[in-house]
Nanobody, 126 residues
Framework: QVQLVESGGGLVQPVGSLRLSCAASGRTFSVYAMGWFRQAPGKGREFVAAISRSGGNEYYADSVRDRFTISRDNAKTTVYLQMNSLKPGDTGIYYC???????????????????WGQGTQVTVSS
């Protein structure tokens, strides 16, 4: 079992920044990949970013590449999502997820992830 708790969401103006955190507990953190997904009102959950168990590989959705950065601190069992140059289209609930059967890779596919946090709301609006 893995428990995930997100934090750091809120209301921010366009072009502003936010840093999301996801604290993990349960299974050994350094042996599974982590991902961030988001869900806008009335839409399905979509991939944002993922990071391999060691942190050596990162993957991003085209819509956030060069604006968002995913990172992890295995000693603190926490994964982060630094979001810069935010746009209204980034509004949604952001979820972190753990892929405990990752095979050493980080996936962009929602179905690959086994455990999910409760989500944190991000609203980008002036």
């Amino acid at each position: 079992q893995v428990q995930l708790v997100e934090s750091g969401g809120g209301l921010v103006q366009p072009v502003g920044s936010l840093r999301l955190s996801c604290a993990a507990s349960g299974r050994t953190f350094s042996v599974y990949a982590m991902g961030w997904f988001r869900q806008a009102p009335g839409k399905g959950r979509e991939f944002v970013a993922a990071i391999s168990r060691s942190g050596g590989n990162e993957y991003y959705a085209d819509s956030v590449r060069d604006r968002f950065t995913i990172s992890r601190d295995n000693a603190k069992t926490t994964v982060y999502l630094q979001m810069n140059s935010l746009k209204p289209g980034d509004t949604g609930i952001y979820y972190c997820a753990a892929d405990v059967y990752d095979g050493g890779y980080a996936s962009a596919f929602l179905a690959a992830y086994d455990y999910w946090g409760q989500g944190t709301q991000v609203t980008v609006s002036s």
